[in-house]
């Protein structure tokens, strides 16, 4: 799958792209877009995520959509970052996504818009009625942008990686 913004391509990362970044700590996308760069090694050393959702395609590969995707500069070529939900929607039709920008690509934009692609594109499967992300309170960047995309706080978890998250939704009615 690809999602297409004037400025950025979303692609979503399916079980053999996955294996590949992990067991050789590189990207080979030529069923993509071969001349992709990396120069900020998103996903290269991030074993955990890599693993987790290893796991979870090698279950179910039908969840490759809604997993793992880069996030591509349309204009340089330059993988940005990488974006995804947990999980396919659960009963209630809530996902929860997730996002990594590169540091060199921060404050530019990038995160707001691949997740507010992303989303919409969820939302325009039908079966997406809320959209929720988990926070760190002491992570400012995230949670302003969280806000600029209309989430408002429900709630808090400790998370067993992460500590203590805010958690965000919006009815995807109300998504802009």
Known sequence: MIIKTKRISIYSLN???????L????????DIDSSLTNPDKIL?????????????????????????????DNKSKQIVGNVGFHNRPDSRGVVEFGITIGSS???????YEAIRALCLSAIDSGIVKIIRASVSPDNIASNNL??????????????EIDGLEYIFEIRADDFV
């Open 15 to 21: 079980l053999n792209n996955l294996e590949s970044i």
């Open 23 to 30: 067991n050789n700590k590189d990207y080979s996308f030529g």
């Open 44 to 72: 290269v050393n991030d074993n955990y995520l890599l693993n987790l959702r290893i796991n979870q395609l090698k279950m179910d590969k039908e969840l490759t959509n809604w997993l793992l995707h880069i996030v591509v």
């Open 105 to 111: 690509y921060r404050k530019q934009g990038y995160a």
């Open 146 to 159: 969280i806000k600029k995309l209309g989430l408002k706080k429900i709630g808090q978890q400790i998370d």
